[in-house]
């Protein structure tokens, strides 16, 4: 079975980067047909949408994290990569990767066409 495994600091301070790492394993996908996202959860709010790398390299990211995102993978290495700076205390959430083999990149943007999720991890911003 498929799983993915998200791994990274549980604790940032303000202004400081983010490096969140997403592995896979249990399964045979061949990650460089897929898609990864994260996606992460604020507490007490639903799922927000963070950006996408296609399988062809495409770079989606939400307008409001753009300007403070990177996504990036490597296909031989099963793994996908988070990179956001400027970490603000509102950034505080349960980050999540996810994968989708899906072709249509306008699903992307939607958290249902994701067909593999990892548990999360908990990501706190604060001095």
């Known amino acids: 079975q498929v799983q993915l495994q998200e791994s990274g600091p549980g604790l940032v301070k303000p202004s400081q980067t983010l490096s969140l790492t997403c592995t896979v394993s249990?399964?045979?996908?061949?990650?460089?047909?897929?898609?990864w996202s994260w996606i992460r959860q604020p507490p007490g709010k639903g799922l927000e949408w963070m950006g996408v790398?296609?399988?062809?390299?495409?770079?989606y990211y939400t307008p409001s994290l753009k300007s403070r995102t990177s996504i990036s993978r490597d296909n031989a290495k099963n793994t996908g990569y988070l990179q956001m700076n400027s970490l603000k205390p509102e950034d505080t959430a349960v980050y999540f990767c996810?994968?989708?083999?899906?072709?249509?990149?306008?699903?992307?943007?939607?958290?249902?066409?994701?067909?593999?999720w990892g548990q999360g991890t908990q990501v706190t911003v604060s001095s």
């Open positions: 996810a994968a989708t083999g899906r072709g249509d990149s306008g699903s992307y943007y939607y958290t249902w066409a994701y067909a593999y």
């Open positions: 790398i296609a399988y062809d390299g495409s770079r």
């Open positions: 249990g399964g045979s996908i061949t990650t460089s047909y897929y898609a």
